[in-house]
């Protein structure tokens, strides 16, 4: 009994002076600092993720893990989207035109990018603009605009999706 009275009067003391509380740093170091609109990917399990997933492939995408990610970000796009179309379309990137970055079937695999970052920000804001912004946003109803007439595209890119991640799908896939 003694026991159970110390410890209330030692919780009911430190209720009321406040001693027992936790706070955060009011102010943070410049470190801590970002830019505006600037994410942290210092860590993110989504970069290593699809870094890991690309490598299981022997995909030469893989170093490119964080463009992903950062794009998808930028245009409010799941990050396994664009990486799932790769799949689909060249083997993750390893069956493509010989330099034309182009991992995506892009105007039937006739177009060139610049670098695998340029496809992936291109193809990523395209999706965002020409496609979810104007509606188009299950898997389905943007492989009847991409990739017409197939009728296996949509469930072959929902099929990498769900490889890449087990997580809920961030748009509808009906």
Known sequence: MRKIIAISAVLIVLTFTGAGEVRAQSTADGSAELKEGQTNYDFDFRVENLRKFFQKYNSPLASYAEEFVIYADENS??????????????????????????????????????????????????????????????????????????????????????????????????
Not at 91 to 107: D, E, L, V
Not at 124 to 129: A, F, G, P, Q
């Open 77 to 174: 796009l799941d990050y396994r989207l664009v990486p799932a179309i790769t799949g689909v379309e060249s083997t993750f990137g390893k069956r493509i035109p010989q330099g034309s970055y182009n991992a995506y079937g892009w105007a039937n695999g006739e177009y060139e990018f610049e670098s695998w970052e340029d496809s992936i920000r291109h193809v990523s804001e395209v999706l965002k603009t020409s496609y979810i912004d104007r509606g188009v946003s299950s898997i389905n109803q943007i492989a009847r605009v991409y990739a017409p007439p197939s009728t296996t595209w949509g469930r072959n890119v929902t099929f990498f999706v769900r490889k890449i991640d087990t997580l809920p799908l961030n748009f509808d896939i009906i």
